[in-house]
């Protein structure tokens, strides 16, 4: 079956701008979780969105932002973009909530901020 | 959320086989060793999980301490493929909105030829 589809892949803005992520979950999924991954920070845990509500949210700032829809798809939103939001940005798909299934990961996308 | 502590990087020699360390002395009884993979540009991939006992699978072993403060990720074999960051994370499957899922850097595995 299709897997994590993350989109776009690839996507160079400028500081102040904002920027929407987009990710299809695998079909019968209704998590889907968001990460950011930077060289510095590791893998690190923005929020999980589960039937359409947000479960959990990690110690980002409120300039992140997501929303599921009835589908699962999911976005991620992140406004007045700073040089440090430069990551790859991840979301992973499970079947049941995300603290007990097994995720599986998109490709990711990665956002250069300039 | 309990932490987990791994080496920043090791290397092995491909088909010798590599023993992945990863500490996590708060463990808590109902937390899960969860390890997963990142191989150069792709997304994390699940490997393995145990609670107390040993665990195998086609992709791995994974030994745990009789206290449950540590264990190791076994591949017995490394292949080149097999290059790539490892995650060691605890997840509480008891479920409930109230948990962190951070893989922190993980180890870098550097298979040579």
């Known amino acids: ?114 | 959320d309990a932490k987990t502590t791994q080496p920043n990087s090791m290397e092995s020699n491909e088909e010798e086989p590599v023993h992945l360390p990863c500490n996590h002395s708060t463990i808590s009884g109902t937390d899960y060793i969860h390890w997963y993979r990142q191989l150069p540009s792709q997304g994390p991939e699940y490997v393995i999980h145990g609670l107390t006992s040993n665990v195998n699978n086609r992709m791995a072993s994974l030994a745990i301490a009789e206290d449950r403060k540590s264990s190791t990720l076994i591949l017995h074999r490394a292949t080149l493929r097999d290059a790539a960051v490892y995650y060691c994370i605890l997840r509480d499957l008891r479920g409930g909105s109230n948990y962190k899922l951070t893989f922190g850097k993980g180890t870098l595995l550097t298979v040579n030829p």
Request: proline share 4%; with cysteine.
């Open chain 1, 1 to 114: 079956k299709a897997g994590v589809t993350q989109t776009p892949r690839y996507l160079i803005k400028t500081r102040g701008q904002q920027v929407t992520l987009s990710c299809s979950p695998i079909s019968g999924h209704r998590s889907v979780s968001w990460y950011q991954q930077t060289p510095g920070q590791g893998l690190q845990f923005l929020f999980e969105y589960f039937s359409e509500t947000q479960r959990n949210k990690g110690n980002f700032p409120g300039r992140f932002s997501g929303r599921q829809f009835s589908n699962s798809r999911s976005e991620m939103n992140v406004s007045t973009l700073e040089l440090g939001d430069s990551a790859l940005y991840l979301c992973a798909s499970s079947l049941v909530p995300a603290n007990t299934g097994e995720l599986f990961f998109g490709e990711g996308s990665r956002l250069t901020v300039l």
